[in-house]
């Protein structure tokens, strides 16, 4: 299997090296993921306290209702567009984390 002591190091340094680029890819997405959250949090309050003062001063119950209703539908266009996002930025943390395994599994797979 192995010829000598200096293939095994070799294998060994390999195996760590990819190791430390998955790694190194995942802590990136994790990082993007973080940041995109806590910019959606606080996008996501500033638009709820605006929507609480607009309903502090409503003059009518038809006002109101209004106002409600408008931040209740951008609400939810917020969170699928922010759920699409975080698909995307999750599919990108896994292809990246991949990548470096990529030549190793294709070793791996038999040849048809």
């Known amino acids: 299997m192995f010829q000598n002591f200096d293939e095994i190091q070799k294998l060994g340094k390999e ?9 190194s890819a995942v802590t990136k997405g994790v990082q993007a993921i973080a940041v995109e959250m806590v910019d959606f949090s606080k996008k996501s309050f500033e638009q709820g306290s605006a929507a609480a003062e607009k309903m502090l001063g409503a003059r009518s119950l038809d006002k109101a209702i209004e106002i409600q209703t408008d931040f209740v539908k951008s609400a939810y266009e917020g969170w699928i567009s ?13 292809k990246e984390a991949y990548k470096p395994y990529e030549n190793v599994l294709g070793k791996l797979t038999p040849k048809a």
Do not use: E, F, I, M
């Open 82 to 94: 922010q759920a699409t996002k975080l698909g995307t930025l999750y599919t990108d943390l896994a």
């Open 15 to 23: 195996n760590v090296d990819l190791a430390v680029k998955s790694v």
